[in-house]
């Protein structure tokens, strides 16, 4: 939290050492001088990380906006996945819609480094199944302007039932190092079984 603080308190910080230096001395030299310093001096004592955790923590903001994009996108599709007619193609696009999020959510706790490769990959086939979802709504609508709409709303169709395979796989993957890890687990929670006495 002190380091979101740090930019407006060094600048507010500038601003009242400037204004207190120069109605003090009425020098134009000192106060630009002495407010840099001041705000330069605030800066660093309210962001206390290194180099690398800073680093650190803008590779996890960009992540965040990215995975936040990523979501905003979901959820148009999800909003307009209510008007698809066909059950099948609709329950695919809402199964998506809850894969996404679960897989985000998951690899922020289990491979936080992957998160923005993670949310632009997913992002990108996000902002292409938008525009499958809005292009088969259309079809669906007005099936006259189009040749051969059944067929295309099929594709469409199948579209949406692969994204929704690839979107539930990505999410079994990630589960793989959890299971590696609940069944090491497993083997130490119980004490192998002991022979019995006769």
């Not at 007005?142 to 169709?157: H, N």
């Not at 949406?160 to 793989?176: G, H, K, M, P, Y």
């Amino acid at each position: 939290m002190r380091r979101k603080l740090a930019a407006p308190v060094a600048l507010t910080a500038a601003a009242a050492v400037f204004a207190g230096v120069f109605a003090t001395t009425g020098n134009f030299l000192w106060a630009p001088l002495l407010a840099v310093a001041a705000a330069l001096g605030t800066y660093l004592m309210l962001d206390d990380r290194s180099p690398a955790q800073a680093r650190g923590d803008e590779y996890l903001d960009e992540a965040r906006a990215t995975a936040d994009e990523a979501l905003k996108v979901l959820r148009g599709i999800e909003r307009l996945s209510r008007e698809v007619q066909a059950p099948a193609a609709r329950a695919a696009l809402q199964s998506a819609c809850r894969y996404v999020p679960e897989l985000f959510d998951r690899v922020r706790t289990a491979a936080p480094n992957s998160l923005y490769s993670t949310a632009s990959q997913i992002g990108g086939h996000l902002t292409s199944l938008d525009g499958v979802v809005r292009q088969y709504l259309d079809i669906q609508e007005k099936p006259v302007l189009y040749t051969d709409p059944e067929a295309l709303k099929r594709s469409g169709e199948l579209a949406f039932e692969r994204f929704a395979d690839f979107a539930l796989d990505s999410v079994r993957l990630v589960n793989q190092g959890d299971i590696a890890q609940y069944r090491a687990n497993l083997d130490t929670v119980a004490p192998p079984k002991l022979p019995e006495l006769e």
